[in-house]
Every structure is written in C-alpha cells, then in structure tokens.
C-alpha cells in the first residue's frame, strides 16, 4: 500500500516538473546588443528578443 502512494507522488512530481520546466525555453527572451542583432537578423525573425544599449544624449525629447 505504501508503494502504491510512493509510485503516485513520483507522478505527480514528475508531471508538475515536466510542466513547470518544460514550455521553459520556448519563453527565454535573451538581451541582445544591436549590433549581434544586426549580425544575424536571420535568426531572430519571427522570434521575440529584447534589446539592451544605452541611449544617445540628447535623442530623447520630452513633450
């Protein structure tokens, strides 16, 4: 009887682990400079990326 609960919380771990880490890499979004952007366009189209520098002085203008 104990191993019957023993092999049934090993289920319900290994479903809840394989849901939680599973769908983990197709949510990554990585922080790319614009220029390795720029160098591979190709293999971020169609996919979601973020990208990080530093904004020129004097660029921005507040209304």
């Known amino acids: ?28 979004v990585y922080f790319l400079t614009p220029s390795e952007y720029l160098q591979d366009q190709a293999r971020y189209q169609n996919r979601p990326v973020r990208l990080g520098g530093l904004v020129k002085e004097g660029t921005v203008r507040y209304d």
């Open 1 to 28: 009887m104990r191993a019957k609960y023993l092999v049934g919380l090993l289920v319900i771990l290994g479903a809840l682990a394989y849901l939680i880490f599973g769908g983990l890499g197709q949510n990554l």
